[in-house]
Nanobody, 114 residues
Framework: QVQLVESGGGLVQAGGSLRLSCVAP????????MGWYRQAPGKQRELVAR???????NYVDSVKGRFTISRDNAKNTVYLQMSDLKNEDTGVYYC????????WGQGTQVTVSE
């Protein structure tokens, strides 16, 4: 069973920054395009950013220019640097492959206050 472990969330004021981390097993990390997903309260989970094995990145329009996804293959870790956070960024953030084929981890809660 593949275990994905997210961390780095927290409570931050609007305009602030956070960096999320996700550790994935090496067996999948190096072979997969990876993504960060967000589930806002009362909404479905959505993909917000993804990164290919060649470091090509793609973002949902609402986070472009504010979020940066990156990966460290040596550490089997994918990051999401979030800046200029807004209230609408509040939610639980998860990582998974793209498309998501593994069991979801616990996620990490991000709460942005006005």
């Amino acid at each position: 069973q593949v275990q994905l472990v997210e961390s780095g969330g927290g409570l931050v004021q609007a305009g602030g920054s956070l960096r999320l981390s996700c550790v994935a097993p090496g067996s999948i990390f190096r072979l997969q395009e990876m993504g960060w997903y967000r589930q806002a309260p009362g909404k479905q989970r959505e993909l917000v950013a993804r990164i290919s094995r060649r470091d090509d990145t793609n973002y949902v329009d609402s986070v472009k220019g504010r979020f940066t996804i990156s990966r460290d293959n040596a550490k089997n870790t994918v990051y999401l640097q979030m800046s200029d956070l807004k209230n609408e960024d509040t939610g639980v953030y998860y990582c998974n492959a793209w498309p998501p084929v593994y069991d979801w981890g616990q996620g990490t809660q991000v709460t942005v206050s006005e």
